[in-house]
């Protein structure tokens, strides 16, 4: 039998909580620059998350490394976890909870936009999960497309899949764009030989 290890109650405002957003945050740029994707993924109460009963249900994007896809985690009140993050405080946080106090909320908000600060524009953001993290997301300044899964946790899986393959056909008419264009100017190169 597996020991249950209980998180500690954290605030946006403890400690542990500031110290890990400011780490992440500080290195950001570089676990977000030359990728194509972002996409946000719920946090969970089993910890640690990613080994989670919804993030399980989520394995088709999770649980295949793409070096174009950004993976993070969602997190009250952690803000961002980067998914292969290792170490991370262990906490507890209701989700209920945030709502109860404006500040935490608007702390959550504010954090959040200073990553979206630091994000290229460019990135396509994807949010796959419940309305609890979407609605935080919608008061930030992030721009994302929300996939919400049917049918409850079981529908994290299909929406999963369905990310997935809509991230690998984009990719796809991505490479066929660039060669076609490479080949656009290797005609345009020989018509200047023979001209």
């Not at 039998?1 to 570089?30: D, V």
């Not at 984009?170 to 345009?188: G, Y």
Request: aromatic share 14%; proline share 5%; charged share 30%.
């Amino acid at each position: 039998m597996r020991k249950i290890i209980k998180g500690q109650k954290l605030k946006f405002t403890s400690k542990k909580a500031t110290t890990f957003y400011l780490k992440i945050l500080k290195k950001w740029r570089s676990l977000i620059q030359n990728k194509d994707y972002l996409i946000f993924l719920p946090c969970a109460s089993t910890k640690p998350i990613q080994n989670s009963r919804t993030h399980c249900f989520l394995s088709p994007i999770t649980r295949t490394y793409n070096k174009n896809v950004m993976l993070a985690i969602i997190s009250e009140p952690l803000t961002i976890i980067p998914y292969y993050e290792k170490f991370y405080p262990n906490y507890d946080y209701l989700p209920e909870d945030l709502w109860k106090d404006d500040s935490e909320v608007q702390l959550f908000v504010d954090r959040l936009n200073e990553f979206h600060k630091i994000t290229p524009s460019t990135i396509k953001v994807y949010y796959i999960g419940g309305s609890h993290h979407y609605k935080v997301l919608k008061k930030t300044k992030w721009k994302f497309k929300y996939i919400e899964p049917k049918r409850g946790l079981i529908g994290y899986k299909d929406a999963a899949t369905n990310l997935k393959e809509k991230i690998f056909q984009e990719k796809k008419q991505k490479r066929i764009k660039f060669k076609t264009n490479q080949i656009n100017i290797s005609r345009v190169e020989i018509a200047h030989t023979f001209a």
